[in-house]
């Protein structure tokens, strides 16, 4: 009743969600319509990482594209985010203060603050 069908191929939603962001298109607008802020000069990163509210709340990231001044992020979830974000990324050295400037329930655009 409740055995898995060998014939059946193991599946994980995180990593078929990551597979399905990882083959998609970029485009140079938002689901708005919007286009994205310097979206030109912008490299393709694919790197796991965090945001980090002020108060110490953290959701897992997949950094899509970056730049000096900001980067694309994608959510494994639907995320409410506040105005201002901490986006970490180890594999590719980012820990930078951001502003969220567009967001829509699966992708936010970032642009860095200022080093201090």
């Given at each position: 009743?409740?055995?898995?069908?060998?014939?059946?191929?193991?599946?994980?939603?995180?990593?078929?969600?990551?597979?399905?962001?990882?083959?998609?298109?970029?485009?140079?607008?938002?689901?708005?319509?919007?286009?994205?802020?310097?979206?030109?000069?912008?490299?393709?990163?694919?790197?796991?990482?965090?945001?980090?509210?002020?108060?110490?709340?953290?959701?897992?990231?997949?950094?899509?594209?970056?730049?000096?001044?900001?980067?694309?992020?994608?959510?494994?979830?639907?995320?409410?985010?506040?105005?201002?974000?901490?986006?970490?990324?180890?594999?590719?050295?980012?820990?930078?203060?951001?502003?969220?400037?567009?967001?829509?329930?699966?992708?936010?655009g970032l642009k860095f603050e200022a080093r201090q």
């Amino acid at each position: 009743m409740f055995r898995r069908d060998p014939n059946r191929p193991v599946t994980s939603l995180l990593a078929d969600r990551i597979r399905r962001l990882a083959t998609a298109p970029a485009s140079n607008a938002t689901s708005a319509g919007r286009p994205r802020v310097g979206a030109s000069d912008r490299e393709p990163a694919f790197a796991f990482g965090t945001v980090e509210t002020a108060c110490g709340v953290r959701e897992g990231v997949v950094v899509r594209d970056v730049n000096t001044s900001g980067a694309r992020i994608d959510f494994t979830r639907a995320l409410e985010l506040p105005s201002r974000v901490l986006l970490v990324a180890p594999g590719i050295g980012l820990r930078r203060w951001a502003e969220v400037v567009w967001r829509d329930s699966r992708s936010a655009g970032l642009k860095f603050e200022a080093r201090q």
